[in-house]
């Protein structure tokens, strides 16, 4: 267990004589840092959490709820339990899913083998007696090692995880492996993180949620431009309209942010369709993720048939 060291002695809470065996697991999950006694000790001043008690209290009444199997993110994590409301002041399990979607295609880019116990140390925190954030130092790496990805797909950390806010020097969520602080390199590649995709049904339909338009297209042409791919298309059929309006269809152009000099093996051979999904940024369409349209691969007809109704958020995102 990697363990930061402590400038003080958290006491056992009022009242709690043991761990519950969801704090037990959490601590060997994700690693509970500083000299505390029991996971159930908490004494922390975290910046807008926890009311008035700063952060030592949960502000409201909470319940502890079975993690559920769609909640993706969480779900076989370490532990099978959480607090509702949650760290991020999430009330419902359905806002938590919906909010928690959002970070499910990050995960999935294995930006840093922490980013699922620090997310979920937020979104899905165990149930102890008393809130434990997430380590500073763990969020700073896993922001560092993460948000280089986010920004090819057109994000910055969000505000709402500002490192500045968790505990420095006292009981919280750390890491339990060794090297945890090192990045996890996507299995060996340097290959554009919307290019670098697995054809699993599972995660084409998450990209698609993930993205506010989806197409299916021929490309004309792919040319380099101020750090991007900018990508012409020659013919496109809209599967997901989102911010594009018909009108511009025809005229529409597509960047891989920072994607001048990073490889896309599906741009390697022009003649194929694609499925390609993206969002809007300022006057920009991005490219957030590309499959080839292959109809006889088994995971893509799943795709096929789930796109027709898909569970995607209705919440707004985290990320605005």
Known sequence: MVRCKSRREPGRLPGSQRESPGGRRAAEAGGLSGSAPGASAYQSDVGPYGGGGGGRFYAKARQCVAI????????GVGYDKMVLP??????SMGEVKHQASSWVPLLNKNCHMGTQVFLCSLFAPV????PVYPCRWLCEAVRDACEPVMQFFGFFWPDMLKCEQFPQDDVCIAMTAPNATE????????VCPPCDNEMQSEAIV???CASEFALKMTIKEVKKENGDKMIIPRKRKALKLGPIRKKNLKKL???????????????????????I????????YLL??????????????????????????TFPSVFK
């Open 183 to 190: 990045v996890a390199r996507p299995r060996g590649t340097t």
């Open 288 to 313: 957030t993720a590309i499959y080839k349209w292959d109809k006889r691969n088994k995971e893509f007809k799943k795709f096929m048939r789930k796109m027709k109704a898909p569970d995607c958020p």
């Open 127 to 130: 149930c102890l007696e008393r």
């Open 253 to 275: 152009v597509l960047f891989l942010k920072n994607g001048a000099d990073c490889p896309c093996h599906q741009l390697d051979n022009l003649g194929h369709h694609f499925l």
């Open 277 to 284: 999904m993206g969002r809007q940024v300022k006057s920009q």
């Open 68 to 75: 559920p199997a769609d909640l993706r993110l969480c779900h």
């Open 86 to 91: 949650n760290l991020l002041e999430h009330e």
């Open 206 to 208: 998450e990209h698609l």
